[in-house]
């Protein structure tokens, strides 16, 4: 079955293709700069599967720069889809999966770890996995009464999430101070030091459930009418929000995982992508797009910005998205006061 956005909504199609150029400049920009700098033309040769680069230039790019220039497109993908779907079944601009508790879940599983078990890496993302999922499943059984309303998931979700704050608080000023830095390193979110084994959960999820959500997003439009109007279209309201609530969780978890709770990516991305759609479509795919050139951007800009001293990108983004949120609740509040 060919999507809304494949067969009438080219502006849509450009803005994907644009933002997509952008994503894959900063990536080879990316991996062209750093301590040891190399030609552009060795990066595109060797991207390209050419042997015009040394040995140690082929090794810099493919297991030290390309895996973190890739997460960060594959982490703002994630993101930037799993934002838009939230926003769409919630029916509020705000609602994003970090401000409604995902993020929240997985970073005091992945601070309890830290701090009670010194665990690594490998098991802080499988953990932070395992805390967005169930989080997840709480905020949805938790908002449940009579179905489930956008407006009662994100109350739920911003309560879960100030209470699930308060513990990694605890668990912070319990630690000594090397793991409670350690733990804060990981609650600002970074992609520094990833490796393929990072990268590839990202990717594999990326890809495959962008096309479930496409499959899943008909009855979007109806959801976005009110629930009874939807029911009256012969849209099945709760496997609907259900499926799309699933794989936006599912997207938001793994990219946590992956790189800690970076904060903004997924409120930001699908309103910069609806707003150069003109809110034509649901934006699905503009949205990832967005996501990926907004953190692959992001990330450049915090490894080179002050260099030789590298910014967690997390800090970049809660930075320049914390004037957004605020510019959209006053946008809110006055939209309230006139209606």
């Given at each position: 079955?060919?999507?809304?956005?494949?067969?009438?909504?080219?502006?849509?199609?450009?803005?994907?293709?644009?933002?997509?150029?952008?994503?894959?400049?900063?990536?080879?920009?990316?991996?062209?700069?750093?301590?040891?700098?190399?030609?552009?033309?060795?990066?595109?040769?060797?991207?390209?599967?050419?042997?015009?680069?040394?040995?140690?230039?082929?090794?810099?790019?493919?297991?030290?720069?390309?895996?973190?220039?890739?997460?960060?497109?594959?982490?703002?993908?994630?993101?930037?889809?799993?934002?838009?779907?939230?926003?769409?079944?919630?029916?509020?601009?705000?609602?994003?999966?970090?401000?409604?508790?995902?993020?929240?879940?997985?970073?005091?599983?992945?601070?309890?770890?830290?701090?009670?078990?010194?665990?690594?890496?490998?098991?802080?993302?499988?953990?932070?996995?395992?805390?967005?999922?169930?989080?997840?499943?709480?905020?949805?059984?938790?908002?449940?009464?009579?179905?489930?309303?956008?407006?009662?998931?994100?109350?739920?979700?911003?309560?879960?999430?100030?209470?699930?704050?308060?513990?990694?608080?605890?668990?912070?000023?319990?630690?000594?101070?090397?793991?409670?830095?350690?733990?804060?390193?990981?609650?600002?979110?970074?992609?520094?030091?990833?490796?393929?084994?990072?990268?590839?959960?990202?990717?594999?999820?990326?890809?495959?459930?962008?096309?479930?959500?496409?499959?899943?997003?008909?009855?979007?439009?109806?959801?976005?009418?009110?629930?009874?109007?939807?029911?009256?279209?012969g849209t099945r309201v709760e496997p609907a929000?259900?499926?799309?609530?699933?794989?936006?969780?599912?997207?938001?978890?793994?990219?946590?995982?992956?790189?800690?709770?970076?904060?903004?990516?997924?409120?930001?991305?699908?309103?910069?992508?609806?707003?150069?759609?003109?809110?034509?479509?649901?934006?699905?795919?503009?949205?990832?797009?967005?996501?990926?050139?907004?953190?692959?951007?992001?990330?450049?800009?915090?490894?080179?910005?002050?260099?030789?001293?590298?910014?967690?990108?997390?800090?970049?983004?809660?930075?320049?998205?914390?004037?957004?949120?605020?510019g959209l609740l006053a946008t809110a509040n006055?939209?309230?006061?006139?209606?």
């Amino acid at each position: 079955m060919r999507t809304r956005w494949v067969r009438g909504e080219p502006r849509a199609a450009v803005v994907t293709v644009l933002a997509v150029l952008v994503a894959s400049a900063a990536l080879v920009t990316s991996v062209s700069l750093g301590d040891y700098p190399l030609p552009l033309t060795d990066v595109l040769s060797v991207l390209g599967g050419g042997e015009g680069a040394t040995r140690r230039s082929a090794y810099v790019i493919l297991q030290l720069r390309l895996p973190r220039a890739l997460g960060a497109i594959a982490v703002g993908a994630a993101f930037g889809l799993s934002g838009a779907i939230v926003q769409r079944v919630v029916r509020n601009p705000l609602a994003s999966p970090d401000i409604v508790g995902i993020n929240a879940g997985a970073a005091t599983v992945a601070v309890f770890l830290i701090v009670v078990f010194a665990a690594g890496p490998r098991t802080v993302a499988a953990g932070a996995l395992a805390g967005a999922l169930v989080t997840a499943a709480a905020i949805y059984l938790l908002s449940r009464r009579r179905g489930v309303t956008g407006y009662r998931l994100v109350l739920v979700g911003i309560g879960v999430t100030a209470m699930l704050s308060s513990v990694t608080a605890y668990l912070l000023n319990t630690a000594n101070v090397y793991t409670a830095q350690q733990a804060s390193i990981w609650l600002t979110g970074s992609l520094a030091g990833r490796s393929w084994a990072d990268v590839a959960p990202v990717l594999i999820a990326v890809a495959a459930l962008l096309p479930v959500a496409l499959r899943l997003a008909a009855p979007l439009r109806a959801l976005e009418l009110g629930d009874d109007l939807a029911r009256a279209l012969g849209t099945r309201v709760e496997p609907a929000r259900a499926g799309l609530l699933v794989t936006a969780v599912a997207l938001a978890a793994v990219a946590t995982a992956a790189a800690g709770p970076i904060a903004f990516v997924a409120l930001a991305a699908p309103r910069i992508a609806r707003r150069l759609v003109r809110e034509r479509g649901l934006a699905l795919v503009p949205s990832a797009a967005v996501g990926a050139a907004l953190l692959a951007l992001a990330d450049l800009a915090a490894r080179r910005a002050l260099a030789p001293v590298e910014l967690p990108v997390g800090v970049l983004t809660t930075v320049l998205g914390a004037p957004l949120l605020i510019g959209l609740l006053a946008t809110a509040n006055r939209i309230g006061r006139a209606g």
